[in-house]
């Protein structure tokens, strides 16, 4: 079992940025595929990015292509989530998640979560 820790969100500007990053313990983080899903208010949780557990794929929602970056370090367990051109529209509570099958888009692929981090982008 692996447990998930995020950090990094705050209140931030529009056209800024922001790295979020997740950390894992009880397991190597490279055993798993690793995933950014985020949730708005009143909306459903949706996927962000998502990158392999082996040569390091990834794959991106089509809102934050261009924008923002999947990155994994192994050797400090950590994911990370580098946010660039930040729009008020990318406030939301963002989720890492760990799974044993690479590159899914749906959060029911995904075994274990963190609590989640909140990013406010403000106009």
């Known amino acids: 079992q692996v447990q998930l820790v995020e950090s990094g969100g705050e209140l931030v500007q529009a056209g800024g940025s922001l790295r979020l990053s997740c950390a894992a313990s009880?397991?190597?983080?490279?055993?798993?595929?690793m995933a950014w899903f985020r949730q708005a208010p009143g909306k459903e949780r949706e996927f962000v990015a998502t990158?392999?557990?082996?040569?390091?794929?990834?794959y991106y929602a089509d809102s934050v292509k261009g924008r923002f970056t999947i990155s994994r370090d192994n050797p400090k367990n950590t994911l990370y989530l580098q946010m660039n051109s930040l729009k008020p529209e990318d406030t939301a509570v963002y989720y890492c998640?760990?799974?044993?099958?690479?590159?899914?888009?749906?959060?029911?692929?995904?075994?274990?979560w963190g609590q989640g981090t909140q990013v406010t982008v403000s106009s």
């Open positions: 990158i392999s557990w082996a040569v390091e794929l990834t």
């Open positions: 009880g397991r190597p983080l490279a055993s798993y595929a």
């Open positions: 998640a760990a799974g044993t099958r690479s590159l899914r888009s749906r959060d029911d692929e995904y075994e274990y």
